[in-house]
């Protein structure tokens, strides 16, 4: 139904998320700096809602934009995590790991992303040999 926009979204947000886990090191103010820049980008989801098509209720039009957004746009859930992942803390992120939900990310890739994210510390060693046990 909107492949261009899907594809011109697609490219975008996987782009962007191949060069966030290219990074070496994130500090907090350009985490957020980031945060500023990417989050409009999540309003996207929006742009695959049709309001042409019948449904009961507004969640179902959520519940399809989001099935068409899957379909045309399939880099957005890691990109979508990303996002998250910039403003989560290093407990956080091992609580969504633990609970399943960055199975969509290599353990190269989070291991990566907690060097960035976080400094050295007891704390950070330990999140990365539990990933590296994985």
Known sequence: MRPALGHTVHTAVVAVTHEVLRLQ???????????????????????FMDFSVPVPTQADRQ???????????????????????????????????????LQHFTTEELKGLLVALFPDSP????????????
């Open 25 to 47: 090191s994130i500090r907090p103010e350009e985490g957020q700096q980031l945060l500023d820049i990417l989050d409009p980008l999540l309003l996207c989801e929006q742009w």
């Open 63 to 101: 519940l399809l934009a989001q099935e068409r957004l899957q379909r045309f746009v399939p880099g957005f859930t890691r990109f979508k995590s990303i996002v998250s992942l910039l403003s989560l803390s290093m407990s956080n992120v091992m609580a969504q790991w633990k609970g399943g939900l």
């Open 123 to 134: 704390q950070r060693r330990t999140s990365l040999k539990q990933l590296e046990q994985s």
